[in-house]
């Protein structure tokens, strides 16, 4: 499968931002899909992911309440709406996908990715 997000940009503090991914190839709705974020310098770090079978959703704690994870399998996309936009969350955002049995949560885990799309919240 291959990954191609979009849909960052500058955004004051507060504000709101839709990150959208798009996957091209079959059976998207056989993988796990997740979104991360990297710093420059930094190791790349889990922000959201939507597993292939069930509702749960999950987050991480610093964007819980504030992110939502969505996946379309009829239009296989994946997006990250961002509300309530902090400094902090300023990164370089990337979405992935995996088709192994069992969600994990780290990058590793994850062997399609991508591009990633750059998010800068202004103070």
């Known amino acids: 499968v291959q990954l191609q997000a979009s849909g960052g940009g500058l955004v004051q503090t507060g504000g709101s931002l839709r990150l959208s991914c798009v996957a091209s190839g079959r059976f998207f709705s056989g993988y796990h899909v997740a979104w991360f974020r990297q710093i420059s310098g930094k190791e790349r770090e889990f922000v959201a992911a939507?597993?292939?079978?069930?509702?749960?959703?999950y987050y991480a704690d610093s964007v819980q309440g504030r992110f939502t994870i969505s996946r379309d399998n009829a239009k296989n996309t994946v997006d990250l709406q961002m509300n309530n936009l902090k400094p902090e969350d300023t990164a370089d955002y990337f979405c992935?996908?995996?088709?192994?049995?069992?969600?994990?949560?780290?990058?590793?885990?994850?062997?399609?990715w991508g591009q990633g799309t750059q998010v800068t919240v202004s103070s």
């Open positions: 939507a597993p292939w079978a069930g509702s749960r959703l």
């Open positions: 992935a996908a995996s088709s192994s049995a069992t969600l994990k949560l780290a990058s590793d885990s994850f062997p399609y």
